[in-house]
Protein backbone atom coordinates (compact mmCIF):
# COMPACT_ATOMS: atom_id res chain seq x y z
CA UNK A 1 0.00 0.00 0.00
CA UNK A 2 1.32 3.34 -0.87
CA UNK A 3 1.53 6.29 1.36
CA UNK A 4 -0.52 9.17 0.66
CA UNK A 5 1.98 11.06 -1.39
CA UNK A 6 3.81 8.34 -2.78
CA UNK A 7 2.84 9.64 -6.25
CA UNK A 8 1.76 12.25 -8.41
CA UNK A 9 -0.81 13.19 -10.93
CA UNK A 10 0.25 15.08 -13.59
CA UNK A 11 -2.04 15.31 -16.66
CA UNK A 12 -3.43 12.18 -16.35
CA UNK A 13 0.09 9.98 -15.69
CA UNK A 14 1.62 8.63 -12.08
CA UNK A 15 4.99 9.84 -11.22
CA UNK A 16 6.86 8.83 -8.51
CA UNK A 17 7.06 11.47 -6.25
CA UNK A 18 10.17 13.16 -5.43
CA UNK A 19 11.18 11.96 -1.49
CA UNK A 20 10.55 14.80 1.24
CA UNK A 21 13.27 17.37 2.16
CA UNK A 22 14.07 16.88 5.74
CA UNK A 23 12.68 19.40 8.06
CA UNK A 24 14.37 22.80 8.71
CA UNK A 25 15.84 22.92 12.14
CA UNK A 26 13.96 25.73 13.19
CA UNK A 27 10.83 24.78 11.93
CA UNK A 28 8.13 22.58 13.91
CA UNK A 29 7.50 19.45 12.45
CA UNK A 30 3.74 19.66 11.59
CA UNK A 31 3.50 15.77 11.07
CA UNK A 32 4.31 15.26 14.86
CA UNK A 33 1.72 15.51 17.63
CA UNK A 34 2.08 18.59 19.74
CA UNK A 35 0.79 19.63 22.60
CA UNK A 36 -2.77 21.97 22.58
CA UNK A 37 -2.85 22.90 26.32
CA UNK A 38 -0.83 23.83 29.24
CA UNK A 39 -1.13 21.01 31.87
CA UNK A 40 -4.99 20.19 33.05
CA UNK A 41 -6.07 19.11 35.74
CA UNK A 42 -9.68 17.58 36.12
CA UNK A 43 -11.19 17.64 39.87
CA UNK A 44 -14.31 15.68 40.33
CA UNK A 45 -16.20 15.31 43.74
CA UNK A 46 -17.35 11.54 44.06
CA UNK A 47 -19.54 10.16 46.90
CA UNK A 48 -21.49 6.93 46.01
CA UNK A 49 -20.90 7.14 42.13
CA UNK A 50 -19.02 4.18 40.75
CA UNK A 51 -21.64 3.23 38.13
CA UNK A 52 -21.25 6.73 37.01
CA UNK A 53 -17.54 6.59 36.65
CA UNK A 54 -17.01 3.72 34.52
CA UNK A 55 -18.25 6.01 31.85
CA UNK A 56 -16.26 9.19 32.50
CA UNK A 57 -13.35 8.14 33.64
CA UNK A 58 -12.38 6.71 30.66
CA UNK A 59 -13.02 9.52 28.88
CA UNK A 60 -10.54 11.80 30.34
CA UNK A 61 -7.39 10.61 28.75
CA UNK A 62 -6.75 14.55 27.54
CA UNK A 63 -5.99 15.54 30.97
CA UNK A 64 -2.63 15.32 32.73
CA UNK A 65 -4.43 15.18 36.60
CA UNK A 66 -7.54 13.65 38.35
CA UNK A 67 -7.87 14.77 41.61
CA UNK A 68 -10.80 12.74 42.89
CA UNK A 69 -12.28 14.24 46.10
CA UNK A 70 -14.37 11.58 48.13
CA UNK A 71 -16.68 11.73 50.75
CA UNK A 72 -15.97 7.89 52.21
CA UNK A 73 -18.23 6.14 49.26
CA UNK A 74 -19.10 2.13 50.12
CA UNK A 75 -19.89 1.08 46.77
CA UNK A 76 -16.35 0.84 45.72
CA UNK A 77 -15.96 4.42 43.78
CA UNK A 78 -12.03 4.65 45.16
CA UNK A 79 -11.41 1.38 43.71
CA UNK A 80 -13.16 1.79 40.25
CA UNK A 81 -11.26 5.19 39.44
CA UNK A 82 -7.96 3.68 40.52
CA UNK A 83 -8.62 0.47 38.14
CA UNK A 84 -8.59 2.62 35.21
CA UNK A 85 -6.51 5.77 36.45
CA UNK A 86 -3.75 4.92 38.16
CA UNK A 87 -2.08 7.29 38.88
CA UNK A 88 -5.02 9.18 39.74
CA UNK A 89 -4.86 11.57 42.99
CA UNK A 90 -7.36 10.61 45.83
CA UNK A 91 -8.28 12.23 48.63
CA UNK A 92 -11.11 10.83 51.00
CA UNK A 93 -12.57 13.21 53.98
CA UNK A 94 -15.87 12.85 55.20
CA UNK A 95 -19.16 13.92 53.05
CA UNK A 96 -19.86 17.60 54.14
CA UNK A 97 -20.82 18.99 51.17
CA UNK A 98 -20.39 19.59 47.52
CA UNK A 99 -18.32 23.20 48.32
CA UNK A 100 -16.11 21.71 50.97
CA UNK A 101 -15.06 18.55 48.37
CA UNK A 102 -14.53 21.46 45.35
CA UNK A 103 -12.70 23.56 47.30
CA UNK A 104 -10.01 20.85 48.68
CA UNK A 105 -10.06 19.68 45.21
CA UNK A 106 -8.54 22.74 43.66
CA UNK A 107 -6.29 23.26 46.64
CA UNK A 108 -4.75 19.97 45.21
CA UNK A 109 -4.99 20.78 41.70
CA UNK A 110 -1.37 21.08 40.32
CA UNK A 111 -2.52 21.79 36.62
CA UNK A 112 -2.15 24.87 34.91
CA UNK A 113 -5.60 24.97 33.80
CA UNK A 114 -8.47 23.38 36.14
CA UNK A 115 -11.83 21.92 35.17
CA UNK A 116 -14.79 21.27 37.70
CA UNK A 117 -16.84 18.56 36.41
CA UNK A 118 -19.49 16.52 38.19
CA UNK A 119 -19.05 12.64 38.94
CA UNK A 120 -22.71 12.01 37.51
CA UNK A 121 -21.93 11.64 33.35
CA UNK A 122 -23.87 14.53 32.97
CA UNK A 123 -20.77 17.26 32.34
CA UNK A 124 -19.09 15.71 28.87
CA UNK A 125 -15.79 15.75 28.98
CA UNK A 126 -15.25 16.19 24.91
CA UNK A 127 -16.21 19.68 25.85
CA UNK A 128 -13.37 20.72 27.37
CA UNK A 129 -11.58 21.99 24.64
CA UNK A 130 -14.26 24.96 24.40
CA UNK A 131 -13.53 25.78 27.89
CA UNK A 132 -9.87 25.53 27.93
CA UNK A 133 -9.53 28.19 24.84
CA UNK A 134 -11.07 31.00 26.19
CA UNK A 135 -8.61 30.27 29.03
CA UNK A 136 -5.93 30.04 26.61
CA UNK A 137 -7.35 33.56 24.72
CA UNK A 138 -6.76 35.76 27.89
CA UNK A 139 -10.02 34.53 30.41
CA UNK A 140 -9.31 33.72 34.43
CA UNK A 141 -12.82 31.77 34.42
CA UNK A 142 -15.17 30.27 32.24
CA UNK A 143 -18.27 28.90 33.25
CA UNK A 144 -20.60 26.66 31.29
CA UNK A 145 -23.86 27.63 30.26
CA UNK A 146 -27.37 25.63 29.02
CA UNK A 147 -28.63 28.52 27.84
CA UNK A 148 -25.95 29.29 25.10
CA UNK A 149 -26.10 28.16 21.13
CA UNK A 150 -25.42 24.51 20.80
CA UNK A 151 -25.89 24.40 25.22
CA UNK A 152 -29.00 22.71 26.79
CA UNK A 153 -30.20 19.87 29.57
CA UNK A 154 -31.76 17.13 29.18
CA UNK A 155 -32.12 16.53 32.94
CA UNK A 156 -33.74 20.31 34.27
CA UNK A 157 -37.08 20.11 35.22
CA UNK A 158 -39.59 22.99 34.98
CA UNK A 159 -39.41 24.43 38.89
CA UNK A 160 -35.32 24.28 38.47
CA UNK A 161 -35.65 25.71 35.22
CA UNK A 162 -37.67 28.56 36.79
CA UNK A 163 -35.62 28.83 40.00
CA UNK A 164 -32.31 28.99 37.56
CA UNK A 165 -33.83 31.58 35.52
CA UNK A 166 -35.00 34.04 38.40
CA UNK A 167 -31.71 33.66 40.59
CA UNK A 168 -29.06 33.99 37.71
CA UNK A 169 -31.90 37.49 36.63
CA UNK A 170 -31.06 38.43 39.89
CA UNK A 171 -27.52 38.05 39.95
CA UNK A 172 -27.13 39.85 36.79
CA UNK A 173 -28.84 43.06 38.43
CA UNK A 174 -26.91 42.94 41.87
CA UNK A 175 -23.60 42.71 39.90
CA UNK A 176 -24.72 43.95 36.60
CA UNK A 177 -23.25 41.01 35.00
CA UNK A 178 -24.98 39.34 31.58
CA UNK A 179 -25.44 35.75 32.66
CA UNK A 180 -27.39 33.68 30.86
CA UNK A 181 -26.94 30.17 33.30
CA UNK A 182 -25.92 30.78 37.13
CA UNK A 183 -26.68 27.23 38.77
CA UNK A 184 -24.30 25.00 37.13
CA UNK A 185 -20.78 23.64 37.63
CA UNK A 186 -18.72 22.86 34.82
CA UNK A 187 -16.64 25.54 35.22
CA UNK A 188 -12.74 25.65 34.04
CA UNK A 189 -10.32 28.26 35.26
CA UNK A 190 -6.74 29.19 35.64
CA UNK A 191 -5.15 27.84 39.14
CA UNK A 192 -3.63 31.01 39.79
CA UNK A 193 -7.36 32.31 40.17
CA UNK A 194 -7.96 29.36 43.12
CA UNK A 195 -6.59 31.77 45.57
CA UNK A 196 -8.34 34.66 44.28
CA UNK A 197 -11.83 33.25 44.87
CA UNK A 198 -11.38 33.17 48.38
CA UNK A 199 -13.91 30.69 48.52
CA UNK A 200 -15.66 29.54 51.65
CA UNK A 201 -19.10 27.48 50.67
CA UNK A 202 -19.96 24.20 51.89
CA UNK A 203 -22.76 23.50 49.78
CA UNK A 204 -24.55 23.29 46.25
CA UNK A 205 -23.95 27.39 46.48
CA UNK A 206 -20.05 27.20 45.30
CA UNK A 207 -21.65 27.07 41.79
CA UNK A 208 -22.67 30.35 42.80
CA UNK A 209 -20.12 31.54 44.91
CA UNK A 210 -17.67 30.99 41.78
CA UNK A 211 -19.11 32.91 39.77
CA UNK A 212 -20.03 35.98 42.26
CA UNK A 213 -16.83 35.89 43.37
CA UNK A 214 -14.69 36.18 40.20
CA UNK A 215 -16.39 39.25 39.67
CA UNK A 216 -15.49 40.76 42.83
CA UNK A 217 -11.81 39.55 42.45
CA UNK A 218 -11.70 41.20 39.03
CA UNK A 219 -11.25 38.15 36.84
CA UNK A 220 -12.05 37.85 33.08
CA UNK A 221 -15.14 35.80 32.83
CA UNK A 222 -16.95 34.23 30.58
CA UNK A 223 -19.24 31.36 29.45
CA UNK A 224 -19.72 28.82 27.04
CA UNK A 225 -22.12 26.50 25.73
CA UNK A 226 -22.46 22.95 27.23
CA UNK A 227 -24.71 20.39 27.27
CA UNK A 228 -26.00 18.81 30.24
CA UNK A 229 -27.39 15.31 29.99
CA UNK A 230 -29.31 13.44 32.60
CA UNK A 231 -27.60 11.91 35.61
CA UNK A 232 -26.68 7.46 34.51
CA UNK A 233 -27.18 6.39 37.25
CA UNK A 234 -28.45 6.44 41.56
CA UNK A 235 -30.36 10.00 42.07
CA UNK A 236 -28.72 13.44 42.99
CA UNK A 237 -28.50 14.73 46.71
CA UNK A 238 -29.19 18.71 45.14
CA UNK A 239 -32.56 19.70 46.88
CA UNK A 240 -34.54 22.54 44.94
CA UNK A 241 -35.81 24.34 48.08
CA UNK A 242 -32.90 24.10 50.43
CA UNK A 243 -29.96 24.28 48.05
CA UNK A 244 -31.94 27.17 45.83
CA UNK A 245 -32.54 29.36 49.34
CA UNK A 246 -28.69 29.05 49.95
CA UNK A 247 -27.89 30.18 46.19
CA UNK A 248 -30.15 33.52 46.83
CA UNK A 249 -28.48 33.93 50.36
CA UNK A 250 -25.01 33.59 49.27
CA UNK A 251 -25.28 35.84 46.20
CA UNK A 252 -27.36 38.79 48.44
CA UNK A 253 -24.32 38.28 51.54
CA UNK A 254 -21.58 38.55 48.87
CA UNK A 255 -22.74 41.65 46.74
CA UNK A 256 -23.26 43.91 49.60
CA UNK A 257 -19.22 43.06 50.76
CA UNK A 258 -17.54 44.55 47.94
CA UNK A 259 -14.34 43.96 45.86
CA UNK A 260 -12.06 41.25 47.54
CA UNK A 261 -9.27 42.17 48.49
CA UNK A 262 -6.36 40.48 47.06
CA UNK A 263 -3.93 38.43 49.35
CA UNK A 264 -0.45 39.17 49.36
CA UNK A 265 1.87 39.47 46.28
CA UNK A 266 -1.27 39.72 44.58
CA UNK A 267 -2.61 42.58 42.27
CA UNK A 268 -5.24 44.86 43.02
CA UNK A 269 -8.85 43.93 41.79
CA UNK A 270 -10.78 46.80 40.17
CA UNK A 271 -13.87 47.93 41.24
CA UNK A 272 -17.39 45.65 40.49
CA UNK A 273 -18.14 46.69 36.55
CA UNK A 274 -20.71 49.36 36.41
CA UNK A 275 -22.02 48.52 33.31
CA UNK A 276 -22.90 44.93 31.79
CA UNK A 277 -20.46 42.59 31.16
CA UNK A 278 -20.72 40.63 27.18
CA UNK A 279 -20.50 37.03 27.66
CA UNK A 280 -18.39 35.12 25.31
CA UNK A 281 -20.52 32.36 23.69
CA UNK A 282 -19.16 29.74 21.77
CA UNK A 283 -19.75 25.70 20.70
CA UNK A 284 -16.18 24.92 19.84
CA UNK A 285 -14.05 27.82 21.60
CA UNK A 286 -13.01 29.44 18.43
CA UNK A 287 -15.41 31.94 18.21
Known sequence: MQTPDAFLRVDGNSRAAA???????HLRDLTRPTRRWPTVTAVIPTLNEADNLRWLMPRL??????????????????E???SIRPDAKIIVEPPTGKGTAMRTGMAAATGEMIVMLDADGSMDPAEF????????????????????CGGGSDDLTGLRRLGNSALTALANRL???????????????????????????TGFEIETEMCVN??????RVAEVASHETERRHGESNLNTWRDGWRVLKTMVRLRFRGPLEPAAGQAPAGPLPLEPQAAAFSGTGTE
Open 19 to 25: PRPPHPA
Open 61 to 78: TAVDEVVIVDGESTDGTV
Open 80 to 82: LVL
Open 129 to 148: DAFLALLSRGFDFVKGTRYG
Open 175 to 201: YRQNWSDLCYGYVAMRRDAVERLRLES
Open 214 to 219: AVRAGL
